[in-house]
């Protein structure tokens, strides 16, 4: 029986490390969204592990008036070679009209081409929490970052 379960143990350690992701060190580009989100957004990541991240992103809009700021743990997957997926929370600030705090989720795909371009479509669900938000909004983006 322990060598049953010996040889599942590496079995099953193979395989998650074959499909653990290794994430770019840094990446920093555009997030351009829709639905209730600002618009365009300065976005940056930064890797905490082989599969985690940090994604910090700040929206400005209105004629600089109005602010968003973003900030999502994230964990990535592997699909296939250079398509991943991932999945993460958070919670942000936000200026439109009057302050406001909100919680947010995210899931989205991306794809790392061989060049240190990443491209990604994300969706994000947001929930205020007081001020400037009120119940769920749905912000849906396409992005393009530089790794380095």
Same mark, same amino acid.
């Given at each position: 029986?322990?060598?049953?379960?010996?040889?599942?143990?590496?079995?099953?350690?193979?395989?998650?490390?074959?499909?653990?992701?290794?994430?770019?060190?840094?990446?920093?580009?555009? !997030? +351009?969204?829709?639905?209730? #989100? @600002? &618009?365009?957004?300065?976005?940056?990541? $930064? =890797?905490?592990?082989?599969?985690? !991240? +940090?994604?910090?992103?700040? #929206? @400005? &809009?209105?004629?600089?008036?109005?602010? $968003? =700021?973003?900030?999502?743990?994230?964990?990535?997957?592997?699909?296939?070679?250079?398509?991943?997926?991932?999945?993460?929370?958070? =919670?942000?600030?936000?200026?439109?009209?009057?302050?406001?705090?909100?919680?947010?989720?995210?899931?989205?795909?991306?794809?790392?081409?061989?060049?240190?371009?990443?491209?990604?479509?994300?969706?994000?669900?947001?929930?205020?929490?007081?001020?400037?938000?009120?119940?769920?909004?749905?912000?849906?983006?396409?992005?393009?970052?530089?790794?380095?």
């Amino acid at each position: 029986m322990k060598k049953v379960l010996l040889v599942f143990g590496i079995v099953l350690a193979a395989t998650l490390s074959t499909n653990a992701q290794d994430v770019s060190s840094n990446a920093i580009g555009l !997030r +351009l969204s829709g639905g209730n #989100g @600002l &618009g365009g957004e300065i976005t940056y990541q $930064k =890797a905490l592990s082989g599969n985690n !991240r +940090l994604e910090v992103d700040l #929206g @400005l &809009g209105n004629d600089f008036s109005d602010f $968003k =700021a973003t900030g999502l743990y994230q964990w990535v997957w592997n699909l296939e070679d250079k398509f991943n997926w991932y999945a993460g929370f958070g =919670a942000g600030l936000i200026s439109y009209g009057q302050t406001g705090i909100f919680g947010a989720g995210v899931i989205g795909i991306e794809y790392n081409f061989n060049a240190p371009i990443l491209i990604s479509l994300d969706y994000r669900p947001e929930i205020g929490i007081s001020g400037g938000l009120s119940g769920v909004n749905s912000d849906a983006a396409f992005s393009v970052r530089y790794q380095f």
